[in-house]
Structures are given as structure tokens and as C-alpha cells.
């Protein structure tokens, strides 16, 4: 609710503004501007439709299962429209490198036992970013992230 009532004009006015002012003083090039997104994935993305009698009381579960699983990926993409092998999270205690076999060339992986993103998981993607950016440019390096609690933790 609050990410969408902070969704306005003079908010979305504001962000642009100060990007400018950040922009300008620090001379931040395109090519090492990156948006960082993280967002969750069903496994399976059309849901099949499911005939029951009415008033039937364990549809929503058999319909939800019928979903997948939940798969976290984080995305990195310059300005100019390049981008870094994506970081998969699945909800697992224990990652297994057979997980991302057929994934995107240099696509990296790990294990989270809600699929989100945690602090341990961040700092393996930190990694996996640094490793796919050009040292010079992470000099010089501003990147986008929606802020989530773990990130928060680990600032703090």
C-alpha cells in the first residue's frame, strides 16, 4: 500500500531530480548507471482451470499448487541496455548447481529457505555483480535497488 500511495507526481518529480543532481556532481556515465530489480516467479505461469462442484471448500489449494514454486530473480541492467547474468534464489535450505542447469549463460544461484532475498544471499549477488562489472567502472559505479528489509539490515 505505501509503494503504491508513493507513487505520485511530485514523488516521481522528486526521484528524477535528485537522480540529476547525483548524476551531474558525481559525472556518472550511462554505461555505469544500473537498475537493480528483484522479483518473484512461479514455475508455472498459466494456471489451469479447475471444475468443482460448488461450495467446495479445498479448491484454492489444490489451485495454488498447481502454481509452482516460487523463484526469486535478480536482475542488474545498465542504462545504455546491457545487463549481467541473472542471480537466482529458490526456497531451499541447500543450493544445488543442477538448479540452474539450462539457465542463461553465467547465471549464478542460491538457496533461501522463503526464496527471498536475506542478507546472506545479497552479499552472494554482490559478489556475482562485481565479478560480472568491469573493475574501472565499479569505481564509478551507481546502481538502482529497491530497498527490502534485508537490505536495510545490512546498511544499518
Wanted: include cysteine.
Amino acid at each position: 500500500m505505501a509503494r503504491a500511495t508513493a507513487f505520485n507526481c511530485y514523488t516521481v518529480g522528486e526521484f528524477f531530480t535528485n537522480l540529476k543532481d547525483v548524476r551531474l556532481r558525481h559525472k556518472f556515465q550511462p554505461q555505469n548507471i544500473y537498475n537493480v530489480d528483484e522479483t518473484g516467479l512461479t514455475t508455472v505461469q498459466k494456471p489451469v482451470k479447475v471444475i468443482a462442484k460448488k461450495g467446495d471448500k479445498q479448491v484454492g489449494r489444490i489451485t495454488s499448487a498447481e502454481r509452482g514454486t516460487l523463484v526469486t530473480v535478480c536482475c542488474a541492467v545498465k542504462a545504455i541496455g546491457n545487463s549481467i547474468p541473472p542471480f537466482f534464489i529458490f526456497p531451499r535450505v541447500h543450493f544445488k548447481g543442477s538448479m540452474i542447469n539450462g539457465g542463461p549463460p553465467g547465471c549464478v544461484g542460491a538457496a533461501n529457505p522463503s526464496g527471498w532475498m536475506n542478507i546472506a544471499t545479497f552479499l552472494e549477488w554482490m559478489k556475482h555483480f562485481i565479478q560480472n562489472v568491469n573493475v574501472h567502472q565499479l569505481i564509478q559505479c551507481f546502481y538502482f535497488l529497491t530497498t527490502t528489509r534485508a537490505m536495510f539490515q545490512l546498511f544499518v
